[in-house]
């Protein structure tokens, strides 16, 4: 049971740990660099408000608080962009390999001459992924957590849990996208890049929906419902998104399984 996921956890793991150090590192140089920055003199908040609305909700600046702040400069600098985009791009990008590159490089028949079913085939591909995201949230969050005591600052523990804890829901949402376009395309560069696109796509989309005062076009986006600004500045955990989110993910993956059981390879 769950040798799929298990090989394939596997062979991606290793990755996923390369990945995790380097995003550990950068934290590190962004944490440590925040007390010459905060002490620099800079109005840090008066240049934030003197952008576009448009990147003031890119950044997750457009709430009533200090980037000043140990939160709020981890929120803007950390979380708000690499977490919430360049994570949910990599997870897309990585789902978007777990099925079309086994078609195109022939190992799928010889998987699927085992005896078992096509739609366990994708589920278990995709349940491949929840220890990479798992790694990389563990370990960038036990580095953060770690500088910002080193600099003797100090940041609400669950808080910080809760950022990491919801990006769960949210990267598998990502992921689930991409595995999608990895059903639907045979080819595995047209479905990562079809997963980078529509991830960074939704970004713009729920960015450009609130400062244009059309919040109801971003519904369809992840970031709609993963906020890591309102959880490391103001304490909100929005458990409903998660729901959102991991609801959305079983569909996605679902409606993969079944795409996939029907489709001729």
Not at 6 to 14: A, D, L, N, P, V
Not at 215 to 222: D, E, F, K, R, V
Not at 230 to 256: F, Q
């Amino acid at each position: 049971m769950l040798e799929i996921a298990e090989y394939e956890s596997e062979r991606r793991i290793r990755g996923a740990l390369v990945l995790s150090v380097l995003l550990a590192l950068m934290s590190l140089l962004f944490v440590a660099l925040f007390p010459s920055i905060a002490n620099s003199g800079a109005d840090l908040d008066a240049y934030m408000e003197s952008l576009p609305p448009a990147m003031q909700a890119a950044f997750g600046a457009s709430g009533a608080f200090s980037i000043a702040t140990i939160e709020g400069f981890l929120a803007v600098e950390l979380y708000q962009f690499f977490w919430l985009l360049m994570l949910g791009i990599y997870a897309a990008y990585l789902a978007g390999g777990l099925v079309a590159g086994d078609v195109e490089r022939d190992r799928m028949d010889v998987l699927l001459a085992a005896p078992i079913s096509r739609r366990r085939v994708v589920v278990e591909k995709f349940c491949s992924l929840v220890p990479v995201v798992v790694a990389l949230n563990l370990v960038v969050g036990v580095a953060v957590y770690a500088t910002v005591l080193a600099i003797g600052e100090s940041i609400p523990v669950a808080d910080l849990v809760a950022v990491h804890l919801l990006s769960v829901p949210y990267l598998l949402a990502c992921g689930g996208i991409g595995l999608l376009l990895s059903v639907a395309f045979d080819e595995s560069d047209v479905a990562k890049r079809g997963g980078l696109g529509a991830i960074f796509g939704l970004f713009l989309l729920e960015t450009v929906s609130q400062s244009a005062d059309l919040g109801w076009l971003g519904a369809i986006s992840p970031t709609r419902y993963y906020d890591p600004t309102a959880i490391l500045v103001g304490g909100e955990y929005d458990w409903a998104g998660a729901l959102i989110l991991l609801a959305g993910t079983v569909a996605l993956v679902a409606v993969s399984a079944e795409w996939f059981r029907r489709k001729d390879i």
